[in-house]
Structures are given as structure tokens and as C-alpha cells.
């Protein structure tokens, strides 16, 4: 089979990933023998593949005579001997890995010798499912993401002893069932498990500081960052049983590295069972009309009669982005004259700032210089801010139909230092070799839905920035977290963009 097309493909697992990876395999012209130890579990899985087709058929997107020949070309399998003929198996089991260990050693007596054995695993080490088999070149991650059909990404997998024949062979049959492939070393999390941890993991951390309220948080990410849903609300959704889990198992599997610490509320939260959507109550509750979110309660949009000053050279300095939203505002000429003192440091907190410039720390609010625009700004008060201050801040960019979402002192803010802690995560992989800058920015897009890639945004806000943010949190917290990449380093050093290869061919 090495070097041509797969045609016969067996699935071993009816459930939603099993009975998905067979819909788009038939779907591509391969005939596909589903394998359950349930036999009804199949049946189940034809059904609900038949229901999916049938979707499409009524929404246009295929004809129901390639509706029904999918369909038939998905065939049940009642042994595993039965498979003994495909070129290619895929098992979407539970994940345990003495259970997939197992199967692959059965399968290993019944196949031909030049099959292919795939997994689906999310979590468990292809290497260690591989080390069971006699021959290891020719077992392969395939994992793919829920649900199959609408998901166009799959991960390829290639343990330390995988042959090039078999990625190519995955590779070629995932673009053939209209997915785009990504192909990654074996390592906690692969691609898109591990990209997507500083996103929730840095929301926890920002929370457990009492930076802001978790919806707080949420609505900053949401309408300053453009995320489509915050860091709690995504946790609500997978539930905490899920991904609690999950964050402590790579936390392990990278031998206790601070990147992916989780913080203790997240278990505390599990243990009270307070998983999510699941349970109908979470970080927010869940009730029979709904729930979730709310939106931010804003100032009323009266005319701002504060009179603001801001430096306009330094570290501090206003970006135009900002400024540009504050048309009529009433300036004073020195900052002992001002009502509002805006200042915007992107390395420092804003109680270091005002002291280092030696103002009146009860008249200074910070502006997230990064994320700021008509779709919100963050203002940041230190402990010494008044909250005439902060009523007045607010108003100015309520006059202007700007919202302001209010948190506490932190270098970074929250949409820069999640995003900064996102870059700097990605940087790293592909310091590691787990896979390209390319095709890291394609997996975030296409399977977390991110407004960009990780490179792609951290050459728009500038490498030097993003070091800018790490050095700054590092500094101030002196949590190995923060340190920055390597490769983010020397690209912002020498002005490259951060998906420049380590060396020139």
C-alpha cells in the first residue's frame, strides 16, 4: 500500500469521532467497515451518518445520489478479522492506553503487512501506543477534531520510529476526505491541544490575581481582542471535568514546566462540581431560559467635563490609536492641572509607572495601548487611583459610545498578556520542532477559531512588543511562566518576523 492511494479503510470505534472519520473517508470514495464491540453502536452510527447526509442533501450541499452511495459505502465489520483486507485502520476508542495498546497488538495478528494503524488519540502518547507493536513505522497519530465533517483539520502524527511512507500516505488521504493536514512530532498535546493552552490557562491566572470579575475578563477578550467567546465561557462549554484534566495531565507530561500550571481554583472549581453548562452552573449559571454571559454594565453616555492629560513621548506615551478616540477632550497643559492622567505602559504595572514619573498616583488610569478601539477599551487602575478618577475615565469614553471595561493594577492588561502569553507559547513549539509556524497559525485558526494565527498576530503587534509584555511580567512576578522563547527573542532582537526559520537555506 505504501506509495498509493488508500481505497479500504476500517474504523474501529461506532461513537461521534469513529462514525465522523468514516463519513468523510466514504464520503471521499473509500470503502470504510466500521468495528464496534456494541453492535448496535454501528447500526447507531449509519443512522446518525444517514441523518448528516441527509442534511446536506436538504440544504443543497450534495446530491442525494452521493448522499446514498456514502452511505453504502460504509459497511459494517462484526470481528476485527473482517478488517483484515483494509490498508489502512484507524481506532477511535476510549482513551486508555493500555486498551489501545491491546488492539494494536490484535490487529497486528490479523492485518496485512503493509496496513497502516492509526489513532484518534487527543491526549495519550502515539509513541507509547506504537512501542506495543511489532512494527512501530507504521503506526500513526490521525487525530482528528469534533465534528468530523464540519472540522477541516487533522493532525498527523509522527512518533520518533513512524516511516516518512506512512505520513505521506495520511497526508495524502486527509486532503483527498477535504481536511487540511497538519503534520506534528508526538509531544503532550500535539498541536492544537497545546497551542490552546495559554489562552485559558492565563484567563485562570488572571482570575486567581483578582485582576477582574471572570466575566469581566471574558468581555475584554471578547470585544478588545476579538476572541468569539472569553476563557470562561469556554470552560463552561467543555465543562471542567474535561479540562481540568487536560491542563493537568500536559502540566505532568512537560515535567511540571510553569507554561502550563494551572492554577487551584480550576480544581477546587471541579471538586465543588461546578463543571459548566453540563451541571447548570459554572463560572456563570445555567438555567432552563438559557444564561451565560451578560453584558458589561456602562457609564451613561453624559458630556466628559474632566480635564485630562497624557504624555505624548516615553514608555507612557499614548498611541494615536487612543488618542483618536478622544476628539474632544478637554486637555490640560501640565498633569498637576488635569483631573485624569492617562498613561500607557506595556512593560511595567501602572503603580510603577506613576511613580517613576512621579505623579499623583490618585488621578493616574492606565489605557491598554494594544487593544484599544470603538469596540472597547481596558482601563487599569492601580491601588492609589480614586474612584472619581475612574468615574471620570469612564465617562470621557462614554461621550464618545466607547465601552470601558475597568481591571486592577497588572503589567500586560488582559488582552495583551493573554495574547502576548499565546505568541510567546507558539514560539516555542516551533523552537521544539513540533511543527511549523505555518502550520501552527492554520491549526489555532481553523480548529480554536482565534482571530489569527499566533505568528501572524505577533508579527502584526510587533515581536519587540510581545518581548516587551513577556519582560515585563517576568520581571514582576519572577515566575518562570512569563520567561520568553528563544526563538521569540532572537527575531525581536534582530527585527525578523517570528516566522522566520532558524536557518536560511
Known amino acids: 500500500m505504501m506509495g498509493r492511494e488508500v481505497q479500504r479503510v476500517g474504523v474501529i470505534g461506532a461513537g461521534a469521532m469513529g462514525r465522523g472519520i468514516a463519513q468523510v473517508c466514504a464520503a471521499a470514495g473509500c470503502s470504510v467497515q466500521l468495528f464496534d464491540t456494541a453492535k448496535e453502536a454501528v447500526a447507531r452510527a449509519r443512522d446518525a451518518v444517514g441523518g448528516d447526509l441527509a442534511r446536506g442533501v436538504a440544504k443543497g450541499r450534495l446530491s442525494q445520489e452521493d448522499a446514498d452511495a456514502t452511505l453504502a459505502r460504509i459497511q459494517p465489520a462484526n470481528e476485527l478479522r473482517d478488517m483484515s483486507d483494509c490498508e489502512l485502520l484507524v481506532e477511535a476508542i476510549v482513551e486508555k ?101 495559554a489562552f485559558v490557562t492565563e484567563g485562570l491566572k488572571l482570575l486567581s490575581e483578582c485582576v477582574a470579575e471572570h466575566s469581566m475578563l471574558d468581555a475584554i477578550l471578547r470585544n478588545c481582542a476579538g476572541f468569539r467567546m472569553g476563557p470562561f465561557e469556554l470552560l463552561d462549554l467543555t465543562g471542567l471535568d474535561v479540562s481540568v484534566p487536560v491542563m493537568e495531565s500536559i502540566h505532568a507530561q512537560y515535567y511540571g514546566d510553569d507554561r502550563y500550571r494551572p492554577v487551584t481554583l480550576a480544581r477546587t472549581r471541579l471538586m465543588a462540581g461546578l463543571l459548566g453548562r453540563k451541571s447548570g452552573q459554572g463560572f456563570y ?115 464618545q459610545s466607547v465601552l470601558t471595561f475597568v481591571i486592577s493594577d497588572t503589567p500586560g492588561y488582559v488582552a495583551s498578556r493573554v495574547v502576548a502569553c499565546i505568541v510567546n507559547l507558539a514560539c516555542e513549539m516551533a523552537q521544539q520542532g513540533i511543527a511549523s509556524p505555518a502550520d501552527i497559525d492554520v491549526a489555532v485558526r481553523l480548529a480554536l477559531g482565534y482571530p489569527a494565527g499566533p505568528f ?44 522566520a526559520p532558524d536557518r536560511q537555506n
Open 285 to 399: 449559571s445555567y438555567g432552563s431560559r438559557g444564561g451565560g454571559a451578560a453584558p458589561v454594565p456602562q457609564p451613561p453616555a453624559i458630556p466628559a467635563e474632566a480635564a485630562l492629560w497624557w504624555p505624548t513621548e516615553g514608555p507612557a506615551a499614548l498611541p494615536e490609536t487612543i488618542t483618536s478616540l478622544l476628539p474632544a477632550a478637554r486637555r490640560a497643559t501640565e498633569p498637576r492641572h488635569a483631573d485624569v492622567i492617562f498613561l500607557a505602559p506595556l512593560g511595567a504595572d501602572l503603580s510603577t509607572t506613576a511613580a517613576q514619573l512621579q505623579l499623583d498616583a490618585a488621578k493616574v488610569i492606565a489605557i491598554d495601548p494594544v487593544f484599544a478601539g470603538t469596540s472597547g477599551v481596558t482601563l487599569m487602575a492601580c491601588p492609589a487611583t480614586a474612584a472619581s478618577t475612574v468615574m471620570a475615565a469612564r465617562a470621557t469614553f462614554a461621550a
Open 97 to 197: 492506553l493500555e486498551v489501545k495498546q491491546q488492539l494494536f497488538r490484535e490487529l497486528e495478528a490479523t492485518v496485512r503487512p503493509d496496513c497502516i494503524l492509526a489513532t484518534n488519540t487527543s491526549s495519550l502518547s502515539v509513541t507509547a501506543i506504537a512501542a506495543a507493536c511489532e512494527h512501530p513505522g507504521r503506526v500513526a497519530g490521525w487525530h482528528f477534531f469534533n465534528p468530523v465533517p464540519r472540522m477541516r483539520l487533522v493532525e498527523v502524527i509522527q512518533a520518533p520510529r513512524t516511516s516518512a511512507e506512512t505520513v505521506e500516505a495520511l497526508v495524502e488521504l486527509s486532503t483527498r476526505v477535504g481536511h487540511r493536514a497538519i503534520v506534528a512530532s508526538d509531544s503532550p498535546g500535539f498541536v492544537v491541544n497545546h497551542a490552546g493552552r
Open 456 to 499: 501572524e498576530w505577533g508579527d502584526r503587534l510587533g515581536a519587540a512588543r510581545v518581548l516587551q509584555i513577556l519582560e515585563g511580567l517576568h520581571a514582576t512576578f519572577g515566575d518562570q511562566r512569563y520567561r520568553p522563547s528563544p526563538w521569540l527573542v532572537r527575531r525581536a532582537r534582530l527585527s525578523l518576523p517570528l516566522s
